[in-house]
């Protein structure tokens, strides 16, 4: 019988020098893992977001400069998110179909600048739009109705296509969306276009900063739990996840992140196509703060925490430290 004990076997022999420790490395991560979240504003120039230091809304001329500047860090996507101004939100979202809007402005911008070189991923929810700040329409009691949601989404959906979309990204967690808009892109001829279902979005308490930079987050009447997923539920993520395969998904997003690594693994061990994650805006704002605190070293704390990401069998991760990571992975 071999001998596997201690000292014939020393596990720290492979970790003793930089090259054995690249050598014997598990998993890697590569800028062509990464997303990057950008948000688009009215105006001239950048609006920094005061709760995610580092990031700012961007102005849709200043999109081409941010395209080309992923493209040079490897970084394959962007993914956009509107500052809709408060004069043209609704209780119906209706500015989400305007094809003059700022995401269909910002798909143009960059798609003119660089064509098909980057992609681009679009947020598919009406709480940008929204006068009240949830994903969807709202009943006489303040419930978020399924059905005419999705009615409203589809022509969202339709709306940046038409605009070139690559990848519509359908976050709002209604029912039976994605194969309405899977149909819907068929039928208009846009099969090409793919489908990123937030398939797993859970109910949390993370999303703070992102709607400060939306524009939503003192808009928001009550919360979003009776759509948004409840944090103690992992089977029911499966569910989700498998229905939105059946009905058309191309690939699926788990969000938060780091408190939904194991929905990440279950996810990656089950279905057999791309799992994304999305290190949210609480996520960034935490590694922000830890480091200003001076209580760890920003870049050493983001890169241990996207390969955890990697390691858990996420295809890629949406994070506005994106370009950060990407740079430091090019050293």
């Known amino acids: ?85 408060p004069e ?34 679009t947020d598919v929810a ?6 009240h700040g949830q994903d969807g329409l709202l009943d006489e009691a303040g419930y978020v109705v399924n059905d005419a949601t999705v009615d409203a989404l589809v022509s969202q959906a339709l709306n940046q296509a038409a605009a070139g979309s690559d990848i519509v990204a359908p976050s709002d967690m209604m029912d039976g969306r994605i194969g309405a808009i899977r149909d819907a892109l068929e039928q208009e001829g846009h099969a ?3 489908i990123m279902a937030y398939a797993a979005k859970y109910a949390s ?39 939105d395969i059946a009905e058309g998904a191309d690939s699926v997003m788990v969000k938060p992140g780091l408190p939904y690594l194991d929905i990440v693994r279950m996810a990656a061990d089950r279905f057999d196509l791309p799992v994304y994650a999305y290190m ?14 001076g209580a760890g070293e920003r870049d050493v704390i983001l890169m ?12 890629g991760v949406l994070s506005y430290h994106a370009p950060v990571a990407a740079r430091l992975l090019a050293k």
Request: hydrophobic fraction near 40%; charged fraction near 25%; charge should be negative.
């Open 205 to 243: 308490a993370f999303y703070g900063p992102f709607r400060d930079a939306v524009g939503s987050g003192g808009l928001l009447k009550g919360d979003k739990k009776s759509y948004q997923m409840d944090p103690a539920n992992a089977g029911e993520a499966m569910r989700e996840i498998a229905l």
């Open 1 to 85: 019988m071999p001998n596997y004990a201690y000292p014939a076997t020393r596990l720290r022999r492979s970790r003793a020098h930089k090259w054995s420790r690249e050598m014997a490395r598990e998993n890697r991560l590569h800028s062509s893992n990464l997303i990057w979240p950008l948000f688009i504003a009215n105006g001239e120039d950048e609006e920094p977001v005061g709760s995610l230091p580092g990031v700012s809304r961007i102005p849709v001329s200043g999109l081409a400069d941010k395209a080309r500047e992923a493209i040079d860090l490897g970084i394959p996507c962007l993914a956009l998110f509107p500052h809709t101004p």
């Open 280 to 293: 949210v805006s609480g996520e960034y704002a935490m590694i922000e703060a830890m480091a200003a605190a």
């Open 192 to 194: 090409n276009v793919q």
């Open 126 to 131: 009406l709480d940008p739009y929204t006068s």
């Open 304 to 315: 241990e925490i996207l390969t955890g990401f990697v390691r858990a069998g996420a295809s």
């Open 88 to 121: 043209k939100r609704s209780d119906d979202g209706e500015e989400a179909s305007n094809p003059d809007n700022l995401m269909c402005a910002g798909i143009r911008a960059i798609k003119d600048a660089v064509g098909d070189d980057i992609g681009v991923l």
